[in-house]
């Protein structure tokens, strides 16, 4: 079964930084898309980036310029860097992977989910 682990996840203060790292059980470069996807203490989730199988990447507004996702076909794993963290970024964020869907953007419906990595940012 395909399976995605998620790490990297911590508590840092205002500006500072975290890499987040997804590693899967399966070929990642069969993906149509992986995503990061984050959800706030009792809100609703909300698509942080997206990277297609060509390496095409889209962020949310609230992270752009800050935020960067990577993928690594070779080692099977997805990063998110997050730099310029604010408390407003304090959320579990999880990973994700579709391979039915071929269109790549942010979103919060997938097929496969991680169990998340929690980020908490102090001011």
């Known amino acids: 079964s395909e399976e995605l682990v998620e790490s990297g996840g911590g508590s840092v203060q205002t500006g500072g930084s975290l890499k987040l790292s997804c590693a899967a059980s399966?070929?990642?470069?069969?993906?149509?898309?992986m995503a990061w996807i984050r959800q706030f203490p009792g809100k609703e989730r909300e698509g942080v980036a997206v990277?297609?199988?060509?390496?095409?990447?889209t962020y949310a507004d609230s992270v752009r310029g800050r935020f960067a996702i990577s993928k690594d076909n070779a080692k099977n794993i997805l990063y998110l860097q997050m730099n310029n963290l604010v408390p407003e970024d304090t959320a579990t964020y999880y990973c994700?992977?579709?391979?039915?869907?071929?269109?790549?953007?942010?979103?919060?419906?997938?097929?496969?989910w991680g169990q998340g990595t929690q980020v908490i940012v102090s001011s």
């Open positions: 990277i297609a199988t060509d390496g095409t990447t």
């Open positions: 399966v070929n990642i470069a069969g993906y149509y898309c």
């Open positions: 994700a992977a579709e391979g039915i869907i071929p269109e790549c953007y942010t979103r919060t419906d997938f097929e496969f």
